[in-house]
């Protein structure tokens, strides 16, 4: 069902690669819900993702670009005023690649010059992103940037590497930002902490298997998934949640703010009595 959050706002959407990312959902709710948009991703996410389906689904124009280049950048923001007649409402940053975790290096033995590019496409992107947008003026009075993060950037998780550190990084921009942004352009820049998602980069993360089956039990509500995050984005592209900025906001059922929860316990008691029993 759709409310018409979205109609007559103009908006880039970053990051859809299949069906699977939530960019893609993003892509489809936000078209629902009356928008029109540019789409981009790399060359190389272009050729072997489904984007063009997308784009044809949602009337909507690809512009190919490296998220790490300030020229890229400048040109999607350029040609994105002149295909939708103007400056933009709402921006998704749905960016994230770590080639230490795909390379398997651990934390304690990481590749700097993976690391670096980690920090760079996955967070310092979403800097050249907003600065690009700034000295263009390319956004609207009220417009709404969003980023997609994780809760290891304020906790430790197994497996999530240097991932953490990038989506630390992430949150830290969307608030120095969202403070000029606010301030200077009534703009707000918000982080969005999703449930862990397989999608076509989570899948990449080790063990989020399990990882996913834990935080479903820990949480209340069980985690969110990719079409929910996309219908929250769409909350936060709309003109109903004008005052929030600065804000990193937890999208994953309760997990969040949980300890324990009595599934979770379950399990872990039935483990150590086998344990015990020696089983």
């Known amino acids: 069902m759709a409310y018409n959050l979205l109609k007559g706002k103009r908006g880039i959407i970053f990051g859809a690669l299949d069906e699977n990312s939530i960019a893609w959902k993003v892509a489809e709710i936000a078209f629902e819900e009356g928008a029109i948009f540019t789409l981009s991703n790399t060359p190389t996410a272009l050729r072997f993702g489904e984007i063009n389906e997308l784009a044809k689904?949602?009337?909507?124009?690809?512009?190919?670009?490296?998220?790490?280049?300030?020229?890229?950048?400048?040109?999607?923001?350029?040609?994105?005023?002149?295909?939708?007649?103007?400056?933009?409402?709402?921006?998704?940053?749905?960016?994230?690649?770590?080639?230490?975790?795909?390379?398997?290096?651990?934390?304690?033995?990481?590749?700097?010059?993976?690391?670096?590019?980690?920090?760079?496409?996955?967070?310092?992107?979403?800097?050249?992103?907003?600065?690009?947008?700034?000295?263009?003026?390319?956004?609207?009075?009220?417009?709404?940037?969003?980023?997609?993060?994780?809760?290891?950037?304020?906790?430790?998780?197994?497996?999530?590497?240097?991932?953490?550190?990038?989506?630390?990084?992430?949150?830290?921009?969307?608030?120095?930002?969202?403070?000029?942004?606010?301030?200077?352009?009534?703009?707000?820049?918000?982080?969005?902490?999703?449930?862990?998602t397989l999608t076509t980069a989570g899948s990449g993360v080790k063990g989020v298997g399990s990882l996913m089956d834990f935080t479903d039990r820990m949480s209340p509500l069980g985690n969110a998934d990719a079409h929910e995050c996309a219908q929250y984005c769409v909350t936060m592209f709309s003109d109903l949640t004008r005052k929030v900025t600065m804000q990193n906001l937890f999208h994953d059922g309760g997990f969040s703010s949980m300890g324990m929860s009595l599934r979770a316990m379950n399990i872990y008691d039935k483990n150590l009595e086998q344990k015990l029993n020696g089983d």
């Open 57 to 196: 689904k949602c009337n909507a124009t690809v512009i190919p670009a490296d998220a790490t280049s300030v020229d890229d950048l400048t040109h999607v923001f350029t040609e994105s005023m002149k295909i939708l007649g103007g400056k933009v409402d709402f921006i998704l940053h749905s960016i994230g690649m770590s080639l230490n975790v795909r390379k398997k290096r651990v934390y304690n033995d990481l590749d700097y010059n993976y690391l670096n590019k980690t920090l760079d496409i996955s967070s310092i992107s979403f800097h050249k992103m907003l600065q690009v947008a700034f000295k263009l003026d390319a956004i609207n009075q009220w417009g709404s940037v969003v980023a997609l993060s994780y809760i290891a950037a304020q906790r430790t998780l197994y497996g999530y590497n240097d991932m953490a550190d990038a989506k630390a990084l992430l949150e830290s921009i969307a608030r120095s930002f969202g403070y000029i942004y606010g301030r200077e352009r009534k703009i707000r820049i918000n982080t969005i902490s999703q449930s862990p």
